[in-house]
């Protein structure tokens, strides 16, 4: 059973609120790294542990924006399948996903049978075999 118009509009405002945290979130972010220098990070007096620090703040940092970024891509394209009528529709196998599911992952493209299937196929590197 499909999700109802009801639902459906819960799970847009559930959207679109995300995507308006997500974006103040990475407003503040990219603020904050473009406000803060090497020099504020690593110290007055740097040493190579210093830099390797400073190094890691500002790589955590470009991670998170990035991990935002995608977020709020994977919700614009939700807001896609709302509008095209696919939301909570298995792009693998056509069958409902799971309320529960939607709720956790609000962009969620496959049921959890096939999700499983492909983290399985996708998720790790081929592996070199003899």
């Given at each position: 059973m499909g999700l109802n118009r009801t639902q459906l509009r819960?799970?847009?405002?559930?959207?679109r609120?995300?995507?308006?945290?997500?974006?103040?979130?990475?407003h503040g972010d990219v603020a904050r790294a473009?406000?803060?220098?090497y020099g504020e990070i690593a110290g007055p007096v740097t040493d190579p542990a210093d830099e390797s620090v400073a190094h890691l703040l500002a790589d955590m940092d470009k991670a998170e924006i990035s991990r935002?970024?995608?977020e709020a891509r994977e919700l614009e394209a939700a807001l896609a399948r709302l509008g095209?009528?696919?939301?909570?529709?298995?792009t693998d196998c056509g069958v409902d996903i799971a309320?529960?599911?939607?709720?956790?992952?609000?962009?969620?493209?496959?049921?959890i049978a096939c999700q499983?299937?492909?983290?399985r196929t996708f998720a790790h590197p081929p592996e070199p075999r003899l």
């Open positions: 819960q799970y847009e405002r559930k959207i609120a995300r995507l308006a945290a997500l974006g103040e979130e990475i473009r406000d803060e220098s935002d970024l995608n095209e009528g696919t939301y909570g529709v298995c309320a529960a599911r939607l709720s956790a992952t609000l962009f969620a493209l496959r049921c499983a299937v492909h983290e």
